[in-house]
């Protein structure tokens, strides 16, 4: 049960939120803040223990996390037919794992997207580079590329939505980038005194904004639900000791996981030294692979993609590191849609056919049959 009442995150406006829109209107933005902290929850405090529970069998080596969806979900694209697709699939490779799998959609809430630079330049003219749904839109024109608060509104209805159609069938997640529109919906549970994030089960820390002394580790620090962080490869064991150390003190297992996003190349380099290390201090994380984000390039197309193989690639030599030290390796996080878009390849797109269907607004996504090859290949080396 919660008072409804949103929950304003003592301290974390005074420090810095990396990658916080530049919203031009700030009035604006607070009248859409308030409207939002005025409208429910879309998640409960007993929805997010019990997924905590959940991954409390991922740490402790009894089950797995499948995690997956949108690289960056669009407003448009908020339909039954689509959001069914997309939990089908995450079904269909879940039953494939031979193992009990805790399924976690990228769904419901992943509209805004860290990036590397604030503006854009294309043919001599720069604009406010695309930062999801959330804050402005891909069209390269002043009014499309403007941030406007409103769009959260529509990000809350279309979240709402989505969740309303998934209800009882999986636990949501998103990346906690908008802080404003995290504080807005952030709620205080009546029995236990403790305040949870409404707008999703699980909410994970970007590799960007992850900084000890920043304000996302701040908010994350005062949350009850399950939370994540991503680590890349400029993540030390220091670094992540003292993530745990912020974000769950009392060791609590399933509370905290790791998304290591490392790239194929230096997965088994990198990734020792940070298993060794936590575990050694006997912290009860899950260990999670994101396989994407450290395999993307450009294509001779200009298409921003990833190749099939360096994906699987990735997740062996996540495998083998577990196996070597004998952890136990708890789960994938990918992007992917349960649409025939052709946007990685291989598995059956080659570079021909990224201009097919290469619909992401942001970053590529494995296709459903892609998925699903992932998740057999995955099976036979869980076996």
């Known amino acids: 049960m919660s008072d409804g009442t949103v929950e304003t995150v003592p301290g974390w406006r005074t420090l810095v939120a990396r990658q916080r829109p530049p919203w031009p209107d700030e009035a604006r933005l607070g009248e859409v803040v308030a409207d939002l902290a005025a409208s429910p929850p879309l998640v409960t405090p007993d929805e997010c223990d019990a997924l905590t529970a959940r991954l409390a069998q991922v740490a402790e080596g009894k089950a797995f996390l499948l995690q997956g969806g949108d690289c960056a979900e669009r407003l448009d694209q908020a339909s039954a037919p689509a959001i069914e697709r997309k939990l089908g699939l995450l079904r269909k490779m879940s039953a494939i ?193 994101d396989p994407m984000h450290g395999n993307t390039f450009q294509a001779p197309s200009r298409h921003k993609t990833r190749r099939f193989e360096d994906v699987l690639a990735e997740v062996t030599g996540f495998l083998e590191v577990h196996r070597a030290l004998g952890t136990h390796a708890g789960g994938l996080h990918v992007e992917l849609t349960g649409e025939d878009v052709t946007e990685c390849v291989g598995a059956g797109v080659g570079f021909d056919d990224l201009h097919r269907r290469y619909e992401s607004a942001c970053d590529p996504r494995l296709n459903a049959g892609q998925s699903l090859e992932l998740a057999f290949l995955l099976a036979d080396l869980l076996r």
């Not at 000890?212 to 000791?241: C, M, Q, R």
């Open 97 to 289: 794992l031979p193992l009990p799998v805790v399924t976690v959609g990228r769904i419901a809430g992943q509209y805004a997207k860290p990036r590397s630079w604030p503006t854009e330049t294309v043919d001599g003219r720069t604009l406010p580079v695309y930062r999801g749904d959330a804050v402005n839109g891909t069209a390269f024109t002043d009014v499309e590329r403007w941030p406007d608060p409103t769009r959260l509104r529509r990000v809350y209805d279309a979240s709402k939505y989505t969740v309303d159609v998934l209800r009882g069938g999986m636990f949501v997640s998103h990346e906690g980038l908008l802080l404003d529109y995290e504080e807005a919906l952030t709620r205080r549970d009546l029995r236990t005194g403790r305040r949870y994030a409404g707008s999703g089960h699980l909410l994970w820390i970007g590799d960007r904004t992850r900084q000890l002394d920043g304000a996302h580790v701040a908010y994350f620090a005062s949350i009850g639900n399950p939370i994540a962080v991503k680590l890349g490869p400029s993540a030390t064991a220091e670094h992540a000791l003292a993530l745990i150390d912020r974000l769950d003190p009392d060791r609590t297992p399933g509370r905290l996981t790791f998304v290591v996003r490392l790239g194929a190349r230096r997965v088994r380099d990198l990734l020792p030294e940070l298993v060794e290390k936590v575990t050694a201090s006997g912290a009860a994380v899950a260990w999670v692979c």
